[in-house]
Structures are given as structure tokens and as C-alpha cells.
């Protein structure tokens, strides 16, 4: 058992805590008590003093690469199969030293993504939690042979079953769907529509049928209607939102939620990339990230769940601490709905929010200790955390 003193809480995030500073006991994985800061029930028992400094629940990143290592994406292509897992497994590894300690996996060849999840779960290797699905079912569309074997190209709806079944087998916790273009495929539209209502009914109703749900690549506006419609769990990326796709959320009698990524189209606009960015990508990528935002706002005032994705490759993840929470800062989120989206909300989205996501006595103690005030100002968060535990085991300190 340990105590982590004087911590400061943020009570939206805390189970409503507010009074004062905290001690939280940990025992074992788990948050045994939140006590008022200078109780003296546990003298005995190991503390670290973090002199109010705020603590926050572990972050998500629900749209993740594990594979992707930088922007050489043809090289990354070219990596042999266990280059491809060493790779994933440093991403993994990284992301808990930014304070990440679930991230979904929306892709990966090899099954790369189950692998490290495996692995992780065993105690081989450490790493942030992985949720993960597999290969990417996709109709046949332009720039899908841009990445290889990562796709699972099908086009009867009568497959659907079979696709969802062998993913399944394989070990998937959910299924990613192209319902769109993607911006990264060469020759790829990504607010072109590429599949059919029919498409999309039949995988999501396999997925239903096995457990599990769809996450739906969708850039715009028509495919994330369709999409919704069709019974997907989750929107990715959500670049193009209307009133309508709001409205038709919240006409669902299950649960939908978007999983935006304002990260890749504010690293272009703000021409991070290292070699320079052209003009016109500058300007479609600013507008890009305004419309994403856009949705966001939306969607967060009438109710719909939107949760934390950023679809960084790992160098630039690592380059750019808080990249994602920068990014939704400038363009006019308040703090406080960008930390729960960014903890709470996602765990809610992955399904897991009894077990983390919040912190709360008896779930897991996954922590994330910053020198600052994020609800006050989020610039603190381009830092990287001073501490960060997961399931009450420190796993990093910067």
C-alpha cells in the first residue's frame, strides 16, 4: 500500500471531491481511499508528497496507430513483421510517458495490436492499455494499396459476417470500417462516400451479433450520416459535421459517439512537419481542423458523447507533448469539457469507465501528476507530466 499526499483534485474528474487537497491510498492496482489531506490513519505506510500538484485520471488516445513510428509512412510499409511489433510496442511504451494510459488501436497489420496487448496484460512488456481491432475492412477505394496488407478489401455485404467473424477470432476487441476516403491514401477523397447503406448495415449487425461494434472512418458529412444511420458505435474523425448528424445522434436508441482527431490537420496547418507543408494543404487542413472543432462543439451541447483520438505517428506524438489538448484549446474549448473528453468521456466511449477514467475509490489507480493547473490553463499541458502511474505502479517520471 502507498499514499500519494497533498494532491490536488479536480472534483469533476474525482467523484466530486472538494475539499482541499487529497491523500490518495493506493492498494495494490487499485484506489482504496481519497482522504483529506493530513490524515494520519496510515503512519506507517510509504508516501510521496506531490505538494499540490494537480492529479488527473489517466488520458486515452482513442484513435491510435501503434504502427505508425514517424511520417515515412512507404518505410514503415517496407519494415519486416517483427521490426513492424518492436516499433508498436515503443509506441506504446511512449505513450505512458505523456500520461496516456488506455489508447484504442484503429488499425494494424500483422494483428500487431493484439500482440502488444497480450503482452502488456501478461506483464512481458509495459505500456499503455490497448483496446485494439485489426486488420481495416475497407471497400475497394483508391490509395488502400498505399499501406500494404493493412486493409481487408471487401465488397458484399453477404462477406460482412465472415470479415467480422475472422476478426473476431483472431482476437479483435472491435472493428474498424472505411465508410469514407482517408486524407493519407494516395488518390483518396475523404469526404467521398465509398460504401453503401447496405454495406454498413451488414458489418455492423455481424459486429452486433458477436459482441462487439464498428468504428467508422468517416471525413464527411454524407458517409457520417450513413454511418450513423447504420448503426455504427463510433464516428472517427469526424471532420464534416451538420445540425443533422447531431440530430440523428441523438435519435439513436443506442449509444454513438464521435471520436474526433484535431491533431494531424493542426500539425499540418501549423506546418510542424518537418520538410515544410504546401499552401494548399495549409489552408484545407486550417479549415479542416475548424469544421472538426465545430462538430465537436455541437455535439458536446446537445449531449453527444465526443471523445479523445489524435492519429499521431510516434515521433511527432513524442515531440509535441499535448499536442491534442492544444489543439481543441485554441480553437475554443473550455478546459474543462477538453480533460473530460480527454479522460472521462473516453472511458465512458471504450466501455471501461467502472474501471478507469475517473478517480474514484476502487477503480484503477491510473494517474497522471501535473505541475500546473490544466483547468485553469491549459498551456501546462505542453509539458510532459511529472508523474504518471498506471494501476498504482509508477511508470514514468520526467
Known amino acids: 500500500m502507498k499514499i500519494l499526499k497533498n494532491c490536488r483534485l479536480i472534483p469533476e474528474l474525482s467523484g466530486n471531491f472538494n475539499e482541499g487537497l487529497a491523500d490518495l491510498v493506493i492498494d495494490g492496482r487499485h484506489i482504496r481511499e481519497i482522504l483529506k489531506a493530513g490524515s494520519d490513519i496510515y503512519r506507517s505506510v510509504d508516501f510521496v508528497d506531490m505538494k499540490g500538484m494537480t492529479v488527473l485520471p489517466g488520458f486515452f488516445d482513442l484513435h491510435a496507430h501503434l504502427m505508425f513510428k514517424d511520417q515515412d509512412y512507404y518505410a514503415s510499409m517496407a ?81 460482412m459476417m465472415h470479415v467480422v467473424r475472422t476478426e473476431v477470432a483472431k482476437g479483435v476487441d472491435f472493428v474498424k470500417y472505411m465508410v469514407t476516403g482517408a486524407v493519407l491514401n494516395e488518390g483518396g477523397v475523404p469526404g467521398e462516400l465509398i460504401t453503401s447503406a447496405e454495406e454498413v448495415k451488414a458489418i455492423t449487425s455481424a459486429a452486433e451479433s458477436l459482441g462487439t461494434y464498428i468504428a467508422a472512418h468517416c471525413h464527411g458529412n454524407e458517409g457520417i450520416k450513413v454511418a450513423i444511420r447504420n448503426g455504427v458505435r463510433t464516428i472517427e474523425h469526424a471532420s464534416y459535421m451538420d445540425e443533422e448528424c447531431v440530430e440523428l445522434m ?22 510542424l512537419y518537418a520538410g515544410g507543408v504546401l499552401p494548399e494543404f495549409v489552408e484545407k487542413s486550417r479549415l479542416a481542423c475548424a469544421q472538426m472543432l465545430k462538430g465537436i462543439c455541437m455535439c458536446e451541447e446537445a449531449g453527444v458523447a465526443v471523445g479523445w483520438g489524435t492519429d499521431l505517428d510516434m515521433q511527432m506524438f513524442d515531440k509535441y507533448p499535448g499536442l491534442e489538448f492544444k489543439a481543441r484549446s485554441e480553437f475554443g474549448l473550455d478546459n474543462m469539457t477538453i480533460l473530460k473528453e480527454a479522460t472521462i468521456t473516453s472511458a465512458i466511449i471504450a466501455g471501461i469507465a467502472d474501471k478507469t477514467g475517473s478517480i474514484e475509490v476502487g477503480k484503477f489507480a491510473d494517474l497522471v501528476v501535473i505541475d500546473g493547473n490544466p483547468d485553469e490553463d491549459m498551456t501546462v499541458m505542453n509539458n510532459l507530466p511529472k508523474f504518471v502511474y498506471k494501476e498504482g505502479t509508477l511508470v514514468a517520471q520526467n
Do not use: M
Open 79 to 159: 519494415r519486416s513483421q517483427n521490426e513492424y511489433l518492436i516499433d508498436c510496442i515503443e509506441h506504446a511504451q511512449v505513450y505512458l510517458k505523456h500520461g496516456y494510459t488506455t489508447i484504442r488501436d484503429a488499425g494494424n497489420d500483422f494483428y500487431a495490436g493484439i500482440t502488444v496487448r497480450d503482452a502488456i496484460n501478461r506483464g512481458i512488456v509495459q505500456g499503455a492499455r490497448v483496446i485494439t481491432s485489426g486488420k481495416i475492412v475497407s471497400p475497394v477505394a483508391k490509395g488502400n494499396s498505399s499501406f500494404g496488407s493493412l486493409y481487408w478489401e471487401v465488397d458484399d455485404p453477404r462477406e
Open 250 to 271: 441523438l435519435q439513436r436508441k443506442d449509444f454513438v459517439a464521435t471520436v474526433p482527431t484535431a491533431s494531424i490537420a493542426y500539425t499540418l496547418y501549423k506546418e
